[in-house]
């Protein structure tokens, strides 16, 4: 059973494996929560940005205590979503931002991670143009158990 650590640590690797191995997005940057960076390194705002980047992020929402299991400690149900900001060059329509989509919400339909994150259905949400982009979040719930001794 994982720690909101391990749950998070599943949850990247689950998502940079997908990201690097996908056609549109394979050596293209990622960015995660509390790192600083940009897009390949360039300038932001600018022409001279890559046509595929995305950053990410993991909120968790709630926590339920569900059982009391005795001398083996308490299950404590947690909830969460991972929220992906894909961004694609503006104005040459939504065939990547829809190929980097099905890439991200793949790599966690029907999945429960080596530590028992189990994800819900994707939801893509198109966001509109953002300076030389157009941006796409894609939310994905997820839930675990964290047993407490």
Known sequence: MPTQATARDDIY????????????????????ENIDGKPDGS???????PAV???????????QERTLRGDQ???I?????????????AGE??????????????AF???RSTN???FRAPTPSEQGNDGPWFQTNVTIPFEYNEIKP
């Open 73 to 75: 400690g308490r299950s």
């Open 116 to 118: 028992g994150v189990v």
């Open 93 to 106: 329509g939504l065939v990547v931002a829809d190929a980097v989509v099905k890439i991200v919400s793949d």
């Open 77 to 89: 149900e947690k909830f969460g979503i991972l929220l992906i900001r894909i961004y694609t060059a």
């Open 13 to 32: 690797t689950l998502l940079k494996a997908a990201w690097d191995a996908g056609g549109p997005t394979s050596g293209k940057t990622l960015l995660y």
């Open 53 to 63: 980047w995305a950053a990410c992020r993991i909120r968790h929402n709630i926590s």
């Open 109 to 111: 339909i029907g999945v």
């Open 43 to 49: 300038p932001q705002g600018t022409k001279k940005d």
